[in-house]
């Protein structure tokens, strides 16, 4: 059996680029409300459509410490590659109602869009959903510490997180091809 190959090489790019996560957008994911993949954009890897608009997503930003990794795993003994993607989130300052969202949302397998600084928005968990694996609710021991929390979000996925094309001229709709995911 013949695989694909790669079509393209890679130029050294440009000093252009910065890290950090600017904001993660939680989608629910059940059968009636998650981002569904109908194609790829065979040139660049990137989602082409969804198949389902998604409603009651929810937009945290972000500062400072957060990050996404994606670990790739092959077994040329078993013939078989996966990715780990591991989401680490700080969210600064405690309050009851963010303790309340932290527990719900620790018990759901969302979809977790990831907006970096460079403008480019990843999937994490498009197919089984993303679970959070740890995390502290810390009030920090001098007057400098952090207050708040840390998560981290782990999801085991057949490809990379997939790349949305945004329309950036829309605050608060993602749009891919005719369908959009709203969030609050």
Known sequence: MSCDFISTGRALPCKDSVGGIKAVIFVPNDASN???????????????????????????????????EQTITASADNGTVFYEQTLNLTLPKLSALDTKEIKLLAAQRPQIIVQDYNSN??????????????????????MGDMSGYTLVFSAMENAPASHLEIDSDSGTVITLDSNTITYS
Not at 39 to 60: M, N, P
């Open 121 to 142: 928005y990843l999937v994490v968990g498009l197919e089984n959903g993303a679970d959070v694996s740890g995390g502290t609710i810390v009030t920090g021991g001098a």
């Open 34 to 68: 998650k981002i569904v993949v109908s194609g790829t954009d065979s040139t660049t890897g990137g989602i082409q459509s969804i198949v389902a608009s998604v409603a009651g997503a929810f937009k945290y930003e972000l500062k400072g410490t957060s990050s996404l």
